[in-house]
C-alpha cells in the first residue's frame, strides 16, 4: 500500500490515536534511583554537577525512599562514601561501612523498597581505582576476593541484589559462588556487564569522589569502539551466572542496549549516567532544550533500544511527569 492509499498520518491525528498505538512505554516501577550516602547526620548537600541529586546521610534516607515509592519508584541502587579510604578499599566490606548502614536502615524503615548495591571499590580506594593495585596495576585476582566479600557483606546487611560495576574479569562467578556458599543462592547479580571507560561519568566521580589519582580506567573499562566484544563481555557474565545484564552509559550506546537485546534473553538494564543527565540539566536551565520533554525522549531511546530496567537520576522526576 502507498500513497495516497495509506497514509501514515490518520493514526497521528490526534493523542487518543497516537497513545492507541504507541509502541514503547515508560513505567516508574522499572526505574532504579541512585542515592549517593555520607556519613554524618542531617545531611543532604545537592552535587553541583548534577542538579537535583544530592549526597545524603543515613538518617535522611528513609524520607527519600518514602517519596520514592510513593512515586512507584520501587528500587534504588546505593553509593557510599566511607568516611576513609585506603589501599585496599577495606571499607567496602566493612561490617558497619557507609553502604551496610544504609541498606539496614532502608530495610528496616521501607521493607518494600528494593535495594540494590553497587558493587567496587572506587569509591574506597585512597587511589581511587575500581580494584587493588600490585605494581601500580589494578590486580585481576587479588581484587576478586574482596569483591566477593563487598558482595556478602551487603547481602548480609539485607540488600536485594548486587550490581558488580568494578570489570574485573571473573569477578560474577566469584560473587555467585561466595553468594552461594553463605546461604544467598537466591540473591540476584546484576551484572555491569558491558561498561565503557566513558567521559560521561564525569560528574558521578565528583559525586562519589572517586576519580583515579593517577591514569585511567582503560585497562579495565571497555574501549567506547567496540561492540563485537560486548557481546563477549555480556556471555562470560551469562555465563558465570548473572541474572540482569547492564550497558552503560546509555544514549551513546543504544546500538549496544539493541544488540544485546536480540542476543540474550535476560533482562536488560541500561545506566542513563551522570553526564547524560547533567548535560539536559545543564542545557535546560539555561533555556536551550525544554528538559521535560528531553528527558522524556531520552528514557524512551533507552527503552526503545531494548532495556527493561533503566537505572536514571531522573527516575523520580520522570515517575513525577508520567503521574502528570
Ligand atoms: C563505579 C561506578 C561508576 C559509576 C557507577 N559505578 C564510576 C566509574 O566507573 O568511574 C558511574 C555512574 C554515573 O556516571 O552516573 N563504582
Not at 548486587?162 to 551484572?191: K, T
Not at 585497562?219 to 555465563?239: F, I, K, S, W
Not at 521535560?292 to 527516575?315: C, H, N, P, Q
Request: proline share 4%; hydrophobic share 45%; glycine share 6%.
Amino acid at each position: 500500500m502507498v500513497f495516497p492509499e495509506y497514509r501514515p498520518r490518520r493514526l497521528r491525528k490526534n493523542e487518543a490515536f497516537r497513545s492507541l498505538i504507541r509502541e514503547t512505554h515508560l513505567s516508574a516501577a522499572q526505574f532504579v534511583y541512585p542515592l549517593f550516602v555520607v556519613p554524618g547526620k542531617n545531611k543532604q548537600e545537592e552535587i553541583a554537577s548534577m542538579p537535583g541529586i544530592s549526597r545524603i546521610s543515613v538518617d535522611k534516607l528513609a524520607k527519600e525512599a518514602e517519596q520514592c515509592l510513593k512515586l512507584g519508584v520501587n528500587s534504588v541502587i546505593l553509593f557510599g562514601l566511607p568516611e576513609k579510604k585506603d589501599a585496599m578499599g577495606s571499607g567496602a566490606h566493612a561490617k558497619n561501612g557507609i553502604v551496610q548502614q544504609a541498606i539496614r536502615e532502608l530495610k528496616s524503615k521501607t521493607p518494600e523498597l528494593t535495594v540494590i548495591t553497587d558493587v567496587c571499590l572506587c569509591e574506597y580506594t585512597s587511589h581511587g581505582h575500581c580494584g587493588c593495585l600490585i605494581n601500580k596495576t589494578v590486580d585481576n585476582d587479588a581484587t576478586l576476593e574482596i569483591l566477593a566479600k563487598t558482595a556478602l557483606s551487603h547481602a548480609e546487611a539485607g540488600a536485594d541484589m548486587v550490581a558488580p560495576s568494578d570489570m574485573m574479569d571473573g569477578r560474577v562467578a566469584e560473587i555467585r559462588a561466595a553468594l552461594d556458599e553463605h546461604d544467598f543462592a537466591n540473591l540476584p547479580i546484576m551484572s555491569y556487564a558491558v561498561k565503557y571507560a566513558s567521559a560521561f561519568y564525569g560528574p558521578f566521580r565528583e559525586a562519589a569522589d572517586c576519580a583515579p589519582q593517577f591514569g585511567d580506567r582503560r585497562g579495565y573499562q571497555m574501549d567506547p569502539a567496540n561492540v563485537r566484544e560486548a557481546l563477549r563481555e555480556a556471555t562470560l557474565d551469562v555465563d558465570e551466572g548473572a541474572d540482569i545484564l547492564m550497558v552503560k552509559p546509555a544514549v551513546a550506546y543504544l546500538d549496544i542496549i539493541s544488540k544485546l537485546r536480540d542476543e540474550f534473553d535476560l533482562p536488560i538494564a541500561a545506566y542513563h549516567v551522570s553526564g547524560e543527565y547533567a548535560m539536559i540539566k545543564a542545557a535546560a536551565e539555561k533555556g536551550w532544550i525544554d528538559g521535560d520533554r528531553v528527558m522524556e525522549e531520552t528514557l524512551l531511546s533507552i527503552k526503545r533500544a531494548g532495556a527493561d530496567i533503566i537505572v536514571t537520576y531522573f527516575a523520580k522526576d520522570m515517575a513525577r511527569l508520567l503521574r502528570a
